[in-house]
Structure formats: structure tokens, C-alpha cells
């Protein structure tokens, strides 16, 4: 099995901001140290629910510290940027990074419309801003000169330089969740990362990734390296007893939702809804903040002993997951306690999959 190190750190305040960007590197450079495979950061901006905001030029420092472990995203948020900038930002971290690059990418935020009105639109054309995006980065990485008349870009370049240093250009990978966009991403040939789906639902859109593959007409060997790469979100915390394990994480995770909820209350334009279909109890602001967590617990978390946590991966495993992003960076836990997790995640857990 794989797993990924991923972080979605709040900070409470802009005064707690450089305090926590300086222990977010700190636990992004131990990452590869506890001997994880990848490590796997978010975008999110304005309220310090990603303390960070742009994941990229964090990504950069991470690289300078690091030699081994691969630094991918989840995800960018397409609809923001702009392709050629985005592309020749990407092209200089791989070069940087000597290879290490993963692009994971979505159409941006299905619940924080203020980030998009931050950046002057609104999310009504995001999935067709991502996709001219992602079609361009992907040009501009292979194609010169590049010639694109879309819909939101009018563009002539006659080469952009640095390419990557992957040959054609690193793996971009699909955050995607229902069983149709599963599929087409199967056909397509996409490596994917999940969200934090529950264990039940997971055999099933496993299978329709899997069926994708079929037709995609890769061989054999590309479809159970894709089929193998695919991803699964996990909140997960370790100590030394369950108890510990449960009180640590149940009080980050009631003050990251508490955090979560007030950003989008106070900030989300009156006129936005979000999607019946991707309301949960974890993000649904009319479920009380400890049944939210609650939820979350008992669903998505990997949480307790190191023999316990293990036993959950097996669990994971025997319904087909191969590869696991653990989100082990929580805005409000002390940096003691993730580092300490960490270490107990590689050292106990790691190897039993290995």
C-alpha cells in the first residue's frame, strides 16, 4: 500500500498565521522522514482554512528540504488561475522538485463561493473554466508553438519554457466522487483521489473507475498501476492510548468545523446554495458541530492505537484501497501531538503494509 501525507491546517488568526506556516513545513519536511510516499496539499484562501493559500510556492520550500518523497496537490483550484502562469509555475516546481510532481486538480470549492468572489467571479462557469484550464496546461506543457481561442482565453505563445522535467508532464490527477465522473476518468486514463467517502460506498466506485479502465484501451500493466494509485481521504490521528487519540482529535475537528461554518456564513454571497448532493452531516451548518464530528468519526477516521489504526487499513484494503491520503495536519492540535502521531503512523503503521 501508498500513503500520502495531506494537510488542510486552519490557523485561527491572522496573528497565529507564521506560527503555523513554520510548523506546516516543519511537518511536511517530516513527512519523508516517517516515510510516507507523497505529500498532498490543499488550496483553500482568505480565512485561513489553508494557512498557506497557495499551496505552489509552499510547495517549493518543501522541495528544497526534501529528496525522496513526491509533492502532489488536492487539488488546485483551476477556476482561479490562469493556465499559462499556473502551467509555467508547475513546469519550474518539477524542475525544481527534480520530478516529484503531482497535479491534482478540481474546479474549486463547492462550498466557499467567497473564494471565488475574492477573485471577481462566481462559480456558476467553474467547471468550464477548469476544464479550458486544464486543456491549455496540458498544451502548453506539450505544444509550441500554442495557439488556443476558447471561451474565457485568447492565447499565442511560441513556447513555454521550462518544460517539466517528467516527460510529457506530470501525473494529473482527478478529484472526483460520483460513480459516472469515475468511470469517464477510468476511460480517460486519470489517475483519482477520493474524498472521504464511507468504507461502504467504496467497492462500488472502485468498480466504476475500474470499468472505466477497461475501455480506456491502456494494457493491462498502466490499468493496475492507475487501478492501484487510486486515492482514499482519511482523517487520521495516532497515540499512544484510544482514548488520548479520540479526545485529541474530536476537539481539532469540533474547532476546524466551527471555523469551516462561520467562514461560509459570514462570507458566502446570499444568493449561493450549495448542491443537495454534496451536503453531509460533517458540512451541513443545520447538524450541530459535535454530531457533524461525530459523523466524521465514524465514517472517515482512522483513529486511535497504532494497532487499532492498522486494523482500520486493513479494513480499507480487503474493500480494494491501495492508496491512502492521510490527513494528519489539523489547525487546532498542538504541533507536539501531529509530530508525535506521525512518527507513530511510520513507525507502527507503515510498515505493516509495506
Given amino acids: 500500500m501508498r500513503f500520502g501525507w495531506l494537510t488542510l491546517a486552519h490557523s485561527g488568526s491572522p496573528e497565529t498565521d507564521y506560527a503555523a506556516i513554520q510548523d506546516l513545513v516543519a511537518q511536511a519536511c517530516f513527512a519523508e522522514t516517517a516515510g510516507f510516499d507523497g505529500i498532498w496539499l490543499t488550496e483553500h484562501n482568505f480565512t485561513g482554512e489553508s494557512v498557506y493559500c497557495d499551496p505552489i510556492p509552499f510547495a517549493s520550500v518543501v522541495a528544497a528540504r526534501t529528496s525522496r518523497i513526491r509533492i502532489g496537490f488536492a487539488v488546485l483550484q483551476l477556476a482561479l488561475r490562469h493556465p499559462i502562469r499556473l502551467a509555467t509555475e508547475l513546469a519550474l516546481l518539477d524542475n525544481l522538485s527534480g520530478g516529484r510532481l503531482d497535479v491534482g486538480v478540481g474546479h474549486g470549492t463547492n462550498f466557499n463561493e467567497y ?12 467547471r468550464e473554466r477548469m476544464d479550458e484550464t486544464l486543456d491549455v496546461m496540458v498544451r502548453a506543457w506539450t505544444e509550441s508553438p500554442l495557439v488556443h481561442d476558447g471561451k474565457f482565453y485568447r492565447l499565442r505563445l511560441p513556447e513555454l519554457r521550462p518544460r517539466p522535467h517528467q516527460r510529457p508532464h506530470p501525473p494529473v490527477w482527478r478529484s472526483v466522487s460520483s460513480g459516472g465522473s469515475l468511470r469517464e476518468c477510468g476511460r480517460l486514463g486519470a489517475p483519482i483521489m ?7 460506498r467504496v467497492p462500488e466506485r472502485l468498480a466504476a473507475y475500474q470499468a472505466g479502465l477497461a ?3 491502456l494494457d493491462a500493466e498502466r490499468q493496475q498501476k492507475l487501478r492501484e494509485q487510486a486515492a482514499l481521504w482519511r482523517f487520521v490521528h495516532v497515540a499512544e492510548s484510544q482514548a488520548q487519540a479520540e479526545d485529541e482529535l474530536t476537539q481539532a475537528l469540533l474547532q476546524t468545523r466551527r471555523h469551516m461554518v462561520h467562514a461560509r456564513e459570514a462570507n458566502n454571497p446570499a444568493d449561493f446554495q450549495v448542491e443537495a448532493t454534496r451536503v453531509n452531516p460533517w458540512n451541513d451548518p443545520r447538524v450541530s458541530d459535535e454530531e457533524g464530528v461525530r459523523y466524521s468519526l465514524e465514517t472517515s477516521t482512522l483513529c486511535g492505537t497504532p494497532r487499532h489504526v492498522a486494523e482500520r487499513i486493513g479494513e480499507l484494503r480487503d474493500a480494494g484501497v491501495h492508496h491512502v491520503l492521510c490527513q494528519m495536519s489539523y489547525g487546532y492540535l498542538a504541533q507536539t501531538a501531529i509530530m508525535d502521531s506521525m512518527q507513530r503512523f511510520g513507525e507502527d503503521v507503515i510498515p505493516k503494509f509495506r
Avoid at 477520493?194 to 461502504?200: C, E, G
Fill in 215 to 217: 475501455e480506456s484501451g
Fill in 194 to 200: 477520493m474524498a472521504r467517502i464511507p468504507l461502504a
Fill in 115 to 126: 473564494e471565488f468572489v475574492g477573485f471577481g467571479l462566481r462559480s456558476d462557469d467553474s
